[in-house]
């Protein structure tokens, strides 16, 4: 503004920036847009760019686009029965999926995206969270994997391994879901709708079409559970370097909140166990871990998978009406898978 002499090229860049219309991108809602700029003759020319839009009927298409080549169908060893989908987690022919739609079976044929057919054989299978690994001779290229799971109400693409995809919604991040068999999955994600057609084990990738998580067998008609993609990693990474998996315990049983309570209901509470031995009662709710707020059972599973055995945790527990620190030293439960 105290020059007296300005380049040609500040006033044009100017002039454009003042009647640039204002475009809508699906990303960001209401933003300006501006191209390449060019230099041409001393003055900077803007190209404006028109977003690409994808409809809604599109996108599980579009995004699953990448992650579909790592995706496989698995059958019974004869070939007759479809049980499950899978995804590569390696490029050295380890898959992930669901372990109770496997049925039982531990040799199987698999069917890749790109038509090969071969044999595969199950490593291993974690009760607690229904994660299994199994092993092929087919070559299939890894997918590429989240960095951690989405939030609650984030679009997500639920590939068929026999091709097509679906449009579903996280509705919640941390949740209790019933298997097929009645058991329960606690602290997994729940989508909007039941997987219908779609085989559990298939995979649900995010807008970017990383895998953010691995959907297992529930009942009939149920909404689709959703394995977190760090938990089924962290699983699978077990299930394959020794065939067994770990997971933190409190030694507590608990159930979910009611009426107006938030948190997690201590029912009973092992005797010398850690949150025993670190002051937690029955009846007490657990409403903190360290710095995390509980809300229900399912969280503070989920946040509890965040830890790993020996680690001293902060267990805030209200307990007649009035907030108590607990230090817990969590202990560990071995599964041999």
């Given amino acids: 503004e105290e020059r007296i002499w300005r380049h040609p090229s500040e006033v044009a860049w100017e002039a454009r920036q ?3 219309p204002v475009l809508t991108t699906p990303a960001t809602g209401n933003a300006r847009h501006f191209g390449p700029l060019w230099a041409l003759g001393g003055a900077l020319i803007v190209e404006s760019v028109t977003p690409r839009v994808t409809s809604e ?3 599980p298409t579009e995004v699953s686009r990448d992650a579909r080549p790592s995706t496989v169908l698995v059958r019974s060893g004869n070939g007759i029965r479809t049980l499950a989908g899978a995804v590569a987690v390696r490029d050295d022919g380890y898959l992930i999926s669901s372990g ?14 790109s038509g090969e057919i071969g044999e595969a054989t199950l490593i291993g299978t974690d009760p607690v969270t229904d994660i299994s690994v199994l092993k092929t001779t087919t ?13 609650d109400g984030s679009s997500v693409a639920v590939i068929d391994p026999t091709g097509g995809a679906q449009h579903h919604t996280i509705e919640q991040r941390a949740a209790a879901s019933t298997k097929a068999d009645g058991e329960h999955l606690i602290g997994i994600h729940t989508l909007t709708e039941a997987l219908g057609e779609l085989p559990p084990g298939s995979i649900a990738v995010d807008g970017t079409g990383a895998v953010v998580g691995i959907t297992a067998a529930t009942e009939v008609d149920s909404p689709a559970a959703l394995i977190p993609i760090d938990v089924a990693n962290a699983v ?5 370097a020794d065939g067994t998996t770990t997971h933190v315990r409190i030694g507590v049983t608990a159930r979910g909140p009611e009426g107006d309570e938030l948190g997690s209901v201590v029912t009973a509470v092992v005797t010398d166990g850690p949150a025993d031995l670190g002051g937690v009662s029955p009846a007490d709710l657990i409403v903190a871990i360290d710095d995390e707020v509980i809300a229900s059972m399912a969280e503070m599973v989920a946040v509890l998978r965040g830890y790993e055995p020996g680690d001293a945790v902060d267990i805030t527990v209200d307990r007649n009406g009035e907030h108590v620190s607990c230090m817990v030293v969590l202990g560990s439960d071995v599964y041999d898978g």
Avoid at 139 to 151: E, L, N, V, Y
């Fill in 18 to 20: 003042a009647v640039e």
């Fill in 57 to 59: 009927t599109d996108w």
């Fill in 139 to 151: 070559s299939i290229a890894p997918a590429i994997m989240a960095s951690g799971p989405p939030d």
């Fill in 236 to 240: 699978a990474a077990e299930i394959i």
């Fill in 100 to 113: 109770q739609a496997l049925d039982g079976e531990t040799t199987f044929l698999v069917h890749s995206a």
